[in-house]
């Protein structure tokens, strides 16, 4: 009998079904409907259409127009922010010359990371730590703090323009410093410092910070390749991965902490006994989130997942399941994990806005083209389209890899 609890068995015997069922399904789709509106690689059009849309609305001092209606008349209020999603949309843009292989919009990237780094991060006491800060007036919290996934998601936004000299090495050691200062013995990483208490929040719970944490980690070590980052960011992956057995599959779907294991196993940077329950916890995650994606080509909402036609969310998934794809060896997931990907982002490029002033965006639902939604359906709000262009980007890549397209 198989237990899912050992990180020897990947994936269990009743979800081989599902394995095989979607092969069938979607084997015979996947090739027709990733040739859509492509150049060199398919999805070139849709990238380079967020990525423009992100651009046009860098304001001239680096902020984000965070949110706009898909009717350009129609005014939206964009006193609310997050320092969070500004990091997230300066990563994307980083995803685009890394794997879109063009820098046209670098300057742009830089000149926003500027006004990140001036106005979000702030050094904490005298001892090297610096912090992501969330302002109040811009959150709509009671009280300014400083997250730990946003300090995560900085790292990945900004770790490169270290060899550009375009930041200090020292910020983000403190970054990183700060993210060792906010975990717990187990792994576990707290949800946010407050700063006017000048402690840690150790009640507040937020389920995808030690993720990101972890994924900013790495990307430190890239560029710092200090011992302790490497610890920190394994023994989160591994603390994820042993509250996530408990939960078999009602565990959350977390695009940050499979890519930090990505990047681990490209670098070859865990042991036998950890890759093994890092490549059970991936694939776990895996699981639960392909059986509920919609497979019937009949269907309008083919692609898009069950209860889940929010394009922020579904790029997301995209981005956790490219990562996933490279982190195990089973081929039949693998299989799926590509099909599951073609009619994904295929659904995504419906839903992306094609013409007029917010070509490029991605509103905050797939429902914005039908009549009677809510207003809310209709707005664009800037890391919607950050997480569906970096999506696309990482299965352009795998694309580019294997040739299937």
Not at 26 to 38: G, Q, V
Not at 190 to 205: H, L, M, S, V, W
Not at 247 to 262: G, H, K, Q, R, T
Request: with cysteine.
């Amino acid at each position: 009998m198989f237990d899912i609890s050992s990180p020897s068995v990947y994936i269990p015997v009743m979800f081989m079904t599902i394995v095989l069922v979607y092969v069938s399904f979607l084997y015979k789709d996947s090739k027709r409907h990733t040739h859509d509106n492509t150049k060199d690689l398919p999805y070139y059009t849709e990238i380079s259409m967020s990525m423009g849309y992100i651009e046009r609305n860098i304001l001239p001092d680096g902020r984000f127009q965070y949110r706009k209606h898909i009717d350009s008349d129609i005014n939206i209020e964009n006193n609310t922010y997050n320092s969070l999603r500004h990091a997230g949309v300066l990563y994307s843009m980083y995803m685009y010359e890394k794997y879109g292989l063009v820098d046209k919009y670098k300057d742009s990237r830089i000149l926003a990371s500027k006004y990140f780094i001036k106005r979000y991060i702030k050094k904490l006491g005298k001892d090297g730590k610096y912090m992501i800060i969330s302002m109040p007036e811009e959150e709509q919290i009671r009280f300014p703090i400083a997250k730990s996934g946003a300090t995560g998601i900085a790292l990945c936004a900004l770790s490169n323009l270290y060899k550009d000299g375009e930041i200090d090495l020292k910020i983000l050691q403190g970054l990183g410093e700060f993210i060792l200062y906010m975990q717990n013995e187990d792994g576990n990483i707290y949800a946010y410092y407050d700063i006017e208490k000048r402690r840690i929040n150790k009640e507040a719970e937020a389920v995808f910070y030690p993720g990101e944490a972890a994924a900013g980690l790495m990307y430190l070590y890239e560029i710092d390749p200090q011992e302790k980052w490497l610890v920190s960011a394994k023994n989160i992956i591994l603390y994820l991965a042993k509250i996530g057995k408990k939960m078999e599959f009602a565990i959350p779907f977390d695009n940050w902490s499979v890519l930090a294991i990505e990047k681990m196993f490209k670098n070859s940077l865990v042991s036998d006994e950890e890759k093994s329950i890092m490549k059970a916890y991936a694939e776990q995650m895996a699981i639960p989130t392909l059986s509920d994606q919609i497979t019937n080509r009949n269907n309008s909402y083919y692609g898009a997942f069950r209860d889940n036609v929010r394009p922020c969310s579904l790029g997301a998934i995209m981005e956790g399941l490219a990562s996933i794809y490279f982190c195990i060896d089973n081929k039949n997931l693998k299989k799926v994990i590509f099909k599951s990907l073609s009619i994904g982002n295929m659904f995504l490029s419906k839903v992306q806005v094609k013409t007029g002033e917010q070509a490029g965006g991605l509103p905050n639902s797939a429902n914005w083209v039908k009549q009677g939604v809510t207003p809310n359906a209709s707005i664009i709000r800037i890391d919607n389209v950050q997480h569906v262009a970096t999506g696309w980007l990482k299965f352009q890549n795998i694309l580019k890899i294997t040739g299937n397209y």
